[in-house]
């Protein structure tokens, strides 16, 4: 049991497979942990009982909040609208500069978690009473949180609100394809292209996290990514090129990129945050490499956060901080014509 929860029936994981040993070969995340009995997963919240691996983190709500959702940040999806964000404890990530750590490694660090049981249906009631147009899946990697979220997504369809993931993209291909069934739209960190950064960083590997990406996109869900730029960790012109070259070459230079300023934090607190001209330089770098549509976040003194046509440069969503001005024309360049990328961009969803 996580510390803090209240006792709640076992839900098993529904992609786990068991072997003859009483192990269980967990499938939701690409770590694919081999879990003796007793004992749990990386994420901390997937428990081998008796031979079968179940979810510690099933409705669990460690964290709840209207946010904007261009917090998230999703900027072309439905502009100006409202996200219901939810979390439970867990991630397979243990990264050194994680801003949201306590609820994210506090189950493998053993920290004591106030929880609240939330039903799936009261997710939904609580994103409806408080006239949100999406449900947010957010604050730690969701995918620790697979059942819960596909619950509540199913939920959250009927209830016609959107679903929106935000994560570290460390779900595998047979996760995805259940996801793509709810999730409408995902923010990704990309967080470098060298492998080392990952294994030394967040003990975790890069592969798995294109392959998501790329599983993602196939499977029709809107995908922006996001780079934290963290200084003498993945901050330099090579690493910055290696990125946006992806992004372009793979995924299309229509597609979002966030380049979001590090601030310290858990086992980074001595790096500096991140200079203004280090995140002016990674935006020139993506827009070099052909990316139309490149934002800098964290840092609203440098007014990078508007959107404007990729062909005639009209300003089409004015954003400062999570104010938002939509001057778009049925989701079009008011100009020019030119559609901007996206989904809800034609106008926003109905309130509630």
Partial sequence: MLPGTEPVAPVPTILATALPDG??????CAHRCL????????????????????????GQVVAEALDPIEKKPLFHVAPGSTAWSIATPGCPFHCSFCQNWEIA???????DLAARRT????????????????????YVEPTVFLEYALDVGRLARRAGLRNLWITDGYATPEAVAMLATVIDAANVDLKSLDDGFYRRLCGARLAPVLEAIVAMRRAG???ELTTLVIPGHNDDDAA????????????????????????????MREVPPTPSSSLLRA?????EAGLEHVYVGNAPELGLEDTRCASCGTLLVERLGYAVRNHLDG???PVCGRPMPGIGLVRPMAAR
């Fill in 119 to 138: 039903p799936p249906e009261a997710v939904v009631d609580g994103a409806l009473a408080h006239r949100a147009n999406a449900i947010a899946y957010t």
């Fill in 105 to 111: 490694q506090g189950p493998r660090l053993g920290l």
């Fill in 23 to 28: 192990s269980v070969r967990c499938g939701v």
């Fill in 240 to 267: 910055l090129r290696d990125i946006a070259a992806w992004i372009a070459g793979t995924l299309g230079p229509e597609t979002p990129w966030h380049i979001s300023r590090f601030h310290p934090a858990h086992r």
């Fill in 35 to 58: 879990v003796r009995p007793g004992r749990t997963g990386i994420c901390g919240v997937r428990e081998n009982r008796d031979g079968v691996l179940v979810s510690l983190a099933y």
């Fill in 283 to 287: 935006a020139a770098i993506g827009r």
């Fill in 221 to 223: 869900i809107w995908l």
């Fill in 331 to 333: 989701g079009a360049c």
